[in-house]
């Protein structure tokens, strides 16, 4: 879902995580994920 595009709110209310840094714990970061993160960025 976070993947998707789908807010992590949302994706916690679906998983019954009583806090967002529970949650944080089962998400993964890629190298694509940054590479996309860091091309959003203006110098």
Request: a positive charge; glycine letters at 4%.
């Amino acid at each position: 879902m976070h993947r998707s595009g789908v807010s992590l709110k949302v994706i916690q209310k679906i998983s019954g995580h009583r806090t967002l840094s529970a949650l944080q714990k089962y998400l993964e970061v890629l190298d694509e994920d940054l590479e996309s993160a860091v091309s959003t960025l203006r110098f």
